[in-house]
């Protein structure tokens, strides 16, 4: 994914994160796409791509676990203030969903556990927030976004890639290009 990112120059030349729901990652580039840092994250409870509408209207106690989704998708996004005065990467305003540091008001979640184990199911947790390490965020995630904008990739895990993104191979690409060029595909 990465590698169609800088290929296709689709973040715009600005920093981009690549959110993977499958395996519970989060990897952030510079605008050439260099990898700055990669960690563990805590993502929506429910599996699938998609927002329930009005869902980021909603308070907490109305939302049901089935509307707990990360949602797959490209969303330029900034770094601002959330409702409490804490520093976040807004991903999709409209929904709610914010990139931001692990929220450990609630013991019983075991959210800094969550994060520790090698179990993606394991961490499945929030309302639809990205949740990564508070000195991941602090060290990676905040200086790629101060001072710019930038693009969140949330991976799709029920819907095709080429279908969210319309991204190709680019090393396959890359071998019909250079077969072209020598007269190979004749």
């Known amino acids: 994914m990465a590698d169609w990112i800088a290929d296709s120059a689709n973040n715009l030349g600005l920093p981009f994160v690549i959110v993977d729901k499958i395996d519970a990652r989060i990897f952030v580039f510079d605008a050439g796409g260099r990898l700055r840092g ?32 990360t949602p797959a998708g490209r969303f330029v ?9 804490e520093d976040v990467v807004w991903v999709d305003y409209d929904a709610a969903v914010s990139l931001h ?3 450990t008001a609630k013991p019983e979640e075991r959210r800094l556990q969550r994060l520790a184990t090698p179990t993606p199911l394991d961490k499945r947790i929030s309302y639809g927030c990205i949740n990564v390490p508070a000195k991941f965020f602090d060290t990676v995630v905040s200086p790629a976004f101060t001072g710019t904008k930038g693009i969140v990739y949330v991976l799709p895990e029920t819907r095709p890639r080429r279908e969210i993104f319309g991204a190709y191979d680019v090393r396959e690409r890359a071998g019909r290009n250079y077969a072209s060029r020598n007269g190979a595909s004749r």
Do not use: K
């Open 101 to 103: 540091r692990v929220i």
């Open 38 to 69: 990669a960690a563990p994250a805590l993502l929506g409870l429910a599996r699938g791509d998609d927002t329930v509408p009005g869902i980021g209207d909603r308070e907490h106690a109305d939302m049901p676990p089935s509307t707990r989704t």
């Open 77 to 85: 996004a900034a770094l601002c203030m959330n409702a409490r005065g």
